[in-house]
């Protein structure tokens, strides 16, 4: 076995490289596969797989730096198809398809026959060799940019804004990673003219963490952003309860169901009151701040009510542990009242069909504040405005204390709070008096792209592990 000599690593490495291309060019039942173990705890049959290639053959892009955890054996990528055999029964499997880093391991038993396998690295990135166990080889940044590059790869989303009825059919939730029990799911929630993408930095360097990818999956929220925030609360519940159904037969142990009870929510600007909405109580109490008359009482149809229900009838979700807010305009913002912003929120269309015939009779019977919001389009930018009522709204409803609240803030270096802020969120709008902590970081709104607040959110994860 190698026993640290740089030659020797060279060679060990060629040869394994050469075992990879012999197995892709022959479907993995060639001459390459002899001694080839496609079975075992954590480990990879690659036959699974679409592609498997060298993760040095990925080009890096769209993440500030390569992640890779140096070790034993050849660091791969393997990618599958959103139809794969390999993800049927993954509940949340994004349409680009899904890599996860492995790495070729070839040993040799104590008659000296070579036997080679993939390790699935995100579960298991030790592996016992010559009777000790030797860190693997591993590159968990390769992964991430071949799913952007094979995805749409954009970070601001302007036809999710505009035309959200259009972009329902791909709203939803989707995972990083195959579903694993042993970890606790960490919920990415974007904010406004976002997607997905804007967590690839703050995911880049959480893998890093070895703590961290032991204990937690992270899932993405994608939602029409010019939805109103009550919309998209909605259908995140119904996407958290959706997995919770399909995971169930896969949640068998007491451990499992923990985590599964114990998610953590991470929501961006306006993802943190779409967040914030998750762990709080709608109902009668809520919608008496925007009318008079019972929602029993509306004279409206059956299908408008039972929406108008979806949106402001719920509990607190019993399945979460923590929320973690990042530059969230909890009271608004100051650019939502300027022109542009009034321009750009008269494009944006009404995206509640169910509810549009009847938004005359509804502003009728809604409370004089709250009407403004309501006469003109109701959506994401007009909700967002600083001091609008249906913000007071969601700060009043009653939130489960059991869940415990963070807020990570910009301040763009200035030192100034609680006069200040990130540019787009004032501090004394992203401060929320309920948090359990408060980190301020000297960046602007992308706060949660800026590595002090990626290392905050690490940190807060680090701290549920000792719950």
């Known amino acids: 076995m190698l026993r640290g000599n740089e030659t020797d690593a060279l060679v060990y490495r060629a040869a394994l490289r050469r075992l990879v291309r012999l197995g892709e060019k022959s479907d993995w039942s060639g001459p390459g596969s002899d001694g080839l173990v496609r079975t075992g705890r954590d480990v990879l049959d690659p036959a699974a797989a679409d592609t498997i290639v060298p993760a040095d053959q990925v080009e890096i892009g769209g993440v500030p730096q390569r992640v890779r955890q140096a070790g034993l054996g050849l660091p791969c990528v393997a990618w599958f ?65 071949m799913i952007i590059a094979k995805g749409t790869n954009r970070s ?134 925007f009318s008079k008359v019972p929602i029993a009482e509306l004279p409206i149809s059956e299908p408008a009510r039972r ?13 979460v542990s923590r929320v973690v807010f990042a530059g969230v305009p909890h009271r608004g913002s100051p650019l939502a009242l300027r022109a542009g912003a009034r321009f750009f929120a008269a494009q944006v269309r009404f995206a509640l069909p169910e509810i549009q015939s009847y938004r005359d009779l509804l502003i009728s019977k809604a409370h004089a504040e709250v009407r403004r919001d309501l006469e003109e389009p109701a959506n994401s930018i007009r909700f967002l405005r600083e001091n609008s009522p249906l913000l007071e709204a969601i700060l009043a409803a009653p939130r489960d204390p059991r869940v415990k609240l963070h807020s990570i803030i910009g301040d763009r270096g200035r030192n100034d709070a609680p006069d200040g802020g990130d540019g787009i969120v004032p501090f004394r709008s992203a401060h929320y008096p309920g948090a359990v902590s408060e980190k301020i970081v000297p960046s602007g709104h992308d706060v949660h792209q800026h590595p002090d607040g990626v290392r905050e959110i690490a940190r807060i994860l680090r701290e549920g592990l000792g719950n």
Do not use: C
Request: net charge positive.
């Open 81 to 145: 198809r959103a139809d794969a055999q390999f993800l049927r029964g993954e509940p949340g499997v994004p349409p680009a398809g899904m890599a996860i880093p492995v790495t070729a391991l070839l040993t040799f038993d104590d008659d000296g026959r070579a036997q080679w396998r993939f390790v699935r690295t995100m579960q298991r990135d030790r592996w016992p060799v010559a009777g000790r166990e030797r860190q693997l080889a591993a590159d968990f940044s390769a992964p991430l940019a």
């Open 156 to 289: 601001f989303d302007l036809v999710s804004l505009f035309r959200p009825e259009e972009n329902m059919e791909r709203a939803g939730l989707y995972q990083f990673q195959p579903f694993d029990p042993d970890k606790t799911p960490v919920v990415f929630v974007h904010g406004l003219m976002s997607r997905p993408e804007t967590w690839r930095i703050a995911v880049n360097q959480l893998v890093a963490d070895p703590e961290i990818r032991r204990n937690f999956q992270f899932w993405f929220m994608l939602y029409p952003t010019g939805l109103p925030v009550w919309k998209s609360a909605a259908h995140l519940r119904s996407e958290l309860d959706r997995f919770n159904g399909e995971l169930a037969t896969r949640v068998t142990t007491r451990g499992a169901r923990a985590r599964m009870r114990g998610k953590v929510l991470v929501g961006h600007s306006m993802g943190g009151l779409v967040s914030s909405l998750q762990v709080r109580e709608g109902g009668e109490s809520l919608w008496a701040r």
């Open 307 to 319: 929406k108008i229900e979806e949106l402001m009838v719920f509990e607190p979700r019993t399945d």
